[in-house]
């Protein structure tokens, strides 16, 4: 499927955008064919532009709030304009409509992800892992049930397998965060009621306070999300053949901030997990032979 020309300085913008924030997603989508590599960076975009809005502005008042509250409510507005009528002046709007419309996309996504962006801007804490969830649906499991439909699926339940992936790529990233998400944001995603289980409280996180208490709840937390990596893999088949090698590096490769946090005796305090080049090279060389997941 072919991209229309008038939308190559779009899309191009979109890849940009892309390659600068989501690089272990964006190296993965080097690996789909160039028309779902395209729809990748557009969605991409679509997503990142008012996550910039929400964790990039300042929220020291209510006049902040009321900014960033209005920037969230005119890009929904431009959005909702462009998926009507195709037309848009910004870029990404364009692309992300033309990208919805190619590929059948349920609209109700897009305004399930644009509404987690607006709780980010009221909520700070979660109560339990349930709640938690209901976040991450439009935080994150959106993203997995969009890029299933750009790739392509042959059965309904390849949307339930995309929406796990999604909660363990975001699990993961909350995770890795957890000390950035409180000294910068005033944000504690992890479940209030599993820290108070293993005697902890925002206060650890406060206090960077790494104890043999919080290393026990990052291993809970992160055998969580192996556990979700492994009930979607099993949805990766059921996908259009094109489209799998993709998706099992790009989850092979987010998989491994989990082991990268691991190799920090579970202190995420000691600095982001993040893995380097060669660690993608060697992790892309495994699912090219069938090593990983």
Do not use: C
């Amino acid at each position: 499927m072919s991209h229309p020309k008038e939308l190559a300085e779009a899309f191009e913008i979109a890849r940009k955008l892309h390659k600068k924030h989501g690089k272990s997603y964006y190296f993965a989508a080097r690996f789909f064919p160039s028309d779902i590599r395209l729809a990748t960076y557009a969605l991409y975009g679509f997503f990142r532009v008012p996550d910039e809005i929400v964790d990039n502005s300042p929220l020291e008042s209510a006049e902040d709030m009321l900014a960033v509250r209005r920037k969230l409510d005119e890009w929904q507005r431009n959005w909702e304009r462009a998926y009507q009528t195709g037309e848009a002046e910004d870029p990404v709007l364009r692309v992300a409509a033309y990208v919805f419309h190619t590929y059948r996309i349920p609209f109700e996504y897009s305004i399930s992800f644009l509404e987690a962006m607006q709780t980010d801007l009221v909520k700070t804490r979660y109560t339990n892992y349930h709640e938690l969830e209901q976040y991450m649906y439009g935080s994150a499991a959106v993203v997995g049930l969009m890029m299933t439909h750009v790739i392509g699926f042959s059965e309904a339940k390849s949307l339930q397998y995309a929406q796990k992936l999604g909660y363990a790529m975001q699990l993961t990233n909350f995770l890795r965060d957890i000390d950035e998400d409180y000294t910068q944001r005033d944000r504690i995603y992890m479940p209030q009621d599993e820290l108070t289980r293993f005697g902890l409280s925002a206060n650890d996180i406060a206090e960077r306070r790494f104890s043999p208490q919080f290393r026990d709840f990052v291993n809970f937390q992160s055998e969580r999300a192996h556990a979700l990596y492994e009930e979607a893999s099993h949805g990766i088949p059921l996908l259009a053949a094109t489209g799998q090698r993709p998706v099992r590096i790009a989850s092979a490769l987010y998989r491994a901030i989990l082991t990268k946090i691991a190799s920090q005796d579970n202190n995420i305090f000691a600095g982001r997990a993040r893995t380097r080049l060669d660690e993608k090279i060697f992790i892309l060389a495994g699912v090219m032979k069938g090593t990983h997941v």
